[in-house]
């Protein structure tokens, strides 16, 4: 499955250190993932990916009053890998 998510903490200005912090949670948890400007998307099986999310909304909610937090997911039994493949896949139909 894939997940799509953005969590923001309010009043904030700039969230680079709070990007930062995902980053750092993602690369422990060796799940595929790619940063977007307005999201993150992260690859694996469910109960990995949404521990992984509660991970990251905790610590936030640890020096933030107050946070907003999208989550859109996308789940293909058997499928791997889509985070690539739905990429190549468009940029294969482009070249014809």
């Known amino acids: 499955m894939i997940a799509q998510f953005t969590i923001w903490a ?24 790619e940063f ?3 999201a993150t998307n992260i690859e694996g099986e469910w109960d990995q990916v ?10 936030l909610l640890e020096t933030n ?14 499928a791997t890998n889509q985070i690539v493949y739905k990429k190549e896949s468009v940029k294969e139909k482009l070249r014809k």
Not at 15 to 31: F, P
């Open 50 to 59: 949404m521990d992984l999310i509660k991970r990251y909304r905790d610590k």
């Open 65 to 78: 009053h107050r946070i907003g937090l999208n989550i859109m997911i996308d789940e293909k039994k058997g």
């Open 10 to 33: 309010y009043g904030k200005e700039h969230h680079s250190e709070d990007i930062a912090e995902i980053s750092r949670l993602i690369k422990e948890s060796e799940l595929h993932f």
């Open 36 to 38: 977007h400007s307005m």
